[in-house]
Structure formats: structure tokens, C-alpha cells
């Protein structure tokens, strides 16, 4: 699982290739932006920036 990173950004399919190779699944992503990359997810607020309870709820469904 990555918390930063939305699907259909440019670098969704890359993230998907090393998961394969690593035998790793399917990618699961939180959409938040990466800090240094924020076009990762435009618009929606940096992981870092983004309220912890938020973050928290956020991460056990993206697990399932």
C-alpha cells in the first residue's frame, strides 16, 4: 500500500510493474500527494499534511 499516489497519475503504472516483479499484488493507493512530487495526486492534500484521524480511518479500508 502507498499513501501517496492516486490512480491514473503518471507513475501509477510504474508502481504497478515493481509490485509485480516483486510479486507484491495489486497496488493499493490512498490518493494523497507525495510531499516532493504533488502532481502524484493533484489536488488532494499532501499525506503529511493530512489530519491523522483522517489518515487512520483511511488506512484499514485500503488494506481490505
Do not use: N, Q
Amino acid at each position: 500500500m502507498t499513501a501517496a499516489w492516486a490512480e491514473g497519475s503518471h507513475r501509477a503504472p510504474e508502481l504497478a510493474e515493481v509490485l509485480r516483479v516483486l510479486e507484491a499484488g495489486k497496488p493499493r493507493m490512498l490518493g494523497y500527494a507525495d510531499a516532493p512530487v504533488p502532481e502524484s495526486a493533484p489536488g488532494p492534500v499532501r499525506f503529511c499534511d493530512a489530519p491523522l484521524d483522517e489518515a487512520v480511518r483511511v488506512i484499514p479500508r485500503a488494506s481490505l
